[in-house]
């Protein structure tokens, strides 16, 4: 099981580092033949746009390999702090709205305002971003819709997606390590986003569920409690 883990991580960090290998000895080439057209500002800048994009998807993919262990080894722990959830998922849908947009996506969001509670920011931001990054990765460039609202003691967020759903016998497989369903034929990804964002709303004494028509895309929903439990304060 380690050892395929260790290939499948690998291999993925390959593909990054090859493509910014394979930059530096074209910087170099052009370089050495004095070609300054190559180094203008704008293509200066372009440059620096692709190289960040790969690095950023190798910091991403290094991270979830420490979640991975350290879910493993029950070293997984949160910090709850209070938090305003609105606040912080405008913020992180304005940070991506740009990679959406690339993937030919508009999300569009309906925000109760000031929805605060006990809650771990960054490890929120990062179930957030894990399910938007599948809304518009399997999306089919269609519309993503964001929303959150409180009920009882609850706070929920929604992520629903007009893409190609997930089949009824799939949708509890694909919050296990490492699954991912053949029918997406994407590849990208490891198949490790749904399994880290479960374990953390869990950790939030939270629950994710997921509803989906086969072809009409997929309704994801995280639910947390409004108030601190013993369990998630720490006591
Ligand atoms: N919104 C969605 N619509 C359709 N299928 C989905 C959706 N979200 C997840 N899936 C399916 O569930 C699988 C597991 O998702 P998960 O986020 O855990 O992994 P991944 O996106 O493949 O890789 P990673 O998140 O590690 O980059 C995906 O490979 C895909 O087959
Ligand atoms: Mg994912």
């Known amino acids: 099981m380690r050892d395929d883990f260790m290939s499948l991580v690998a291999h993925e960090l390959r593909t990054p580092l090859n493509t910014l290998y394979v930059e530096t000895q074209l910087r170099q080439l052009q370089l050495e033949r004095g070609d300054q057209q190559a180094f203008s500002p704008e293509n200066l800048r372009a440059m620096i746009d692709r190289d960040g994009h790969q690095i950023r998807s190798m910091i991403r993919l290094i991270s979830d390999m420490v979640d991975v262990s350290r879910i493993k080894s029950g070293r997984l722990s949160i910090r ?131 509803n989906s028509v086969p072809g009409e895309g997929a309704m994801f929903r995280v639910i947390l409690p409004l108030h601190q439990s013993a369990s998630t304060a720490g006591i």
């Open 80 to 210: 709850p702090e209070k938090t305003n959830l609105s606040q912080l998922l405008r913020r992180v849908v304005e940070g991506m709205t740009q990679q959406a947009q690339a993937a030919g996506c508009a999300i569009r969001l309906s925000i109760e305002e000031d929805v605060i509670g006990f809650w771990d920011e960054f490890r929120i931001e990062q179930v957030v971003i894990n399910l938007l990054t599948n809304a518009y990765r399997y999306g089919c460039s269609k519309p993503v819709d964001v929303t959150l609202a409180t009920r009882d003691d609850l706070a929920e967020i929604c992520v629903r997606d007009q893409g190609m759903g997930i089949a009824e016998d799939a949708q509890q497989k694909i919050f296990e390590k490492f699954e991912r369903l053949d029918a997406t034929n994407i590849r990208e990804g490891l198949g490790m986003g749904l399994y880290i964002a479960k374990q953390l709303v869990s950790a939030h004494d939270g629950e994710i569920l997921v």
